[in-house]
C-alpha cells in the first residue's frame, strides 16, 4: 500500500484559461525522519514530492539556503507552520506549467513565509496512481468505520441520559406534581421532540428527510461534478477525525517520481530569489521582553537559518 497524507484539503486553480478545477492535497512534514510528502489529485491524476534529508539540502542550494545539514528539521517546521496557518491560501500559491491542468507534468506550489520555497510535485505513472487511490479508498474505510464507532458511542451516551432525565422527572412529578412539567412543553415546543426518550428509527427518517434538501438546488441545475466537490470538502474539513485513525506515512522517496537530472523536457522559469538588504544593529542589552515565555517565535528565525546575503569581500 502506498503510504499518503493523512489529512487532505481542497483548492482550486485556473486551467484551460479562466476555468477553474478543484485539486485535493495533502502533506506531511517529519522532523523525526526529516523529510516530507506532498500530494496533489484532480481525483484523475497524481502529483507528488517526496524528499528525504539529503534531497532536501540539495533542493535548498538551488534557493541558496547553504549550511542545512543541521536544520533541516527546523526548516520543516516551518513549512508545517505555513501549510497549517489561517492564511495558508496567502502562503500557498499553486500554479502550472500548460493551460490543461491533464497534460502538466509538474504543479508548483510556491510557498512565501519568513523563506521562500518551490515545491515540484511530478506527475506520476498509472501504476502509482492506481496505489494512490487504493490508499485514499482504505482511508476513507478507516475513516468510515471511526465515524461509524462515534455515533454508536453517541446513541449510548444519549440512552443513558435518557434513562436519568426519566428518573429525575418521574421523581419530580412524584413531589411537586405534574404542573411545571407542562408548562416547560409549552414553553419549548420547538424543543418537545429532543426532550422525549430517543427512537431510533424515528431519528434515521428525520435524519434522512433533513438531508436530503442540502443538496438539491444542485442537483437540479444538473451540476453533478459541483455536488460532488461540495461533499469532498465537507468529508475532509473534519481534520482531527482523519488523522485520528490514520497511521503517519513512512516517507521514503518514490521510484517513480522523477529525478532532478529528468526535468530536462520540462520548461521551468528561473526562480528568483528576493532578499531583501540587511542592516547590522551594534550590539545592546537584551531586553526583558525578548525572553517572555508567552512570545513565540518563528521555528526559522531561532535555528539561526536565514536566506543568504552577500558577503564582504575583504
Not at 478543484?22 to 525522519?33: D, I, P, R, V
Not at 476513507?140 to 429525575?168: G, M, P, S, T, V
Request: with cysteine; charged share 30%; proline share 4%.
Amino acid at each position: 500500500m502506498l503510504e499518503i497524507p493523512r489529512t487532505w484539503f481542497s483548492t482550486s486553480l485556473s486551467s484551460q484559461g479562466t476555468e477553474k478545477v478543484k485539486l485535493l492535497y495533502g502533506y506531511e512534514f517529519s522532523g523525526e525522519s526529516k523529510s516530507y510528502l506532498i500530494c496533489t489529485t484532480d481525483l484523475n491524476d497524481v502529483w507528488i514530492e517526496r524528499l528525504n534529508k539529503s534531497q532536501i539540502i540539495k533542493k535548498a542550494k538551488r534557493f541558496g539556503i547553504e549550511d542545512l545539514s543541521d536544520k533541516v528539521e527546523d526548516l520543516l517546521a516551518v513549512f508545517s507552520e505555513g501549510f497549517g496557518s489561517r492564511s495558508k491560501n496567502k502562503t500557498l500559491k499553486f500554479e502550472i506549467n500548460d493551460q490543461s491542468l491533464g497534460a502538466t507534468d509538474v504543479i508548483n506550489i510556491i510557498f512565501a513565509q519568513d523563506i521562500q520555497w518551490r515545491f515540484e510535485l511530478q506527475k506520476q505513472s498509472h501504476q502509482i496512481a492506481t496505489e494512490f487511490f487504493a490508499s485514499m479508498n482504505i482511508q476513507q474505510f478507516r475513516n468510515h468505520a471511526f465515524l461509524d464507532y462515534k455515533i454508536q458511542q453517541l446513541e449510548r451516551a444519549i440512552k443513558d441520559k435518557d434513562h436519568y432525565i426519566l428518573y429525575l422527572e418521574q421523581n419530580y412529578k412524584a413531589v411537586n406534581g405534574n404542573e411545571i412539567i407542562r408548562k416547560f412543553h409549552r414553553m419549548n415546543e420547538n424543543q418537545v421532540t429532543f426532550a422525549k426518550p430517543f427512537d431510533m428509527e424515528e431519528w434515521h427518517k428525520k435524519v434522512g428527510l433533513s438531508y436530503k434538501p442540502r443538496y438539491s438546488s444542485d442537483e437540479s441545475d444538473g451540476s453533478e461534478k459541483t455536488t460532488m466537490w461540495r461533499q469532498i470538502e465537507e468529508s475532509v474539513s473534519n481534520q482531527d477525525t482523519w488523522r485520528l485513525t490514520q497511521p503517519p506515512p513512512a516517507i521514503q522517496p518514490l521510484e517513480d517520481t522523477k529525478n532532478e537530472a529528468d526535468h530536462s523536457h520540462v520548461k521551468l522559469e528561473p526562480y528568483k530569489l528576493h532578499v531583501p538588504p540587511v542592516k547590522e544593529e551594534p550590539d545592546r542589552d537584551a531586553k526583558d521582553d525578548d525572553y517572555s515565555p508567552t512570545k513565540k517565535k518563528s521555528p526559522i528565525k531561532k535555528s539561526g537559518l536565514t536566506s543568504p546575503r552577500k558577503r564582504r569581500r575583504i
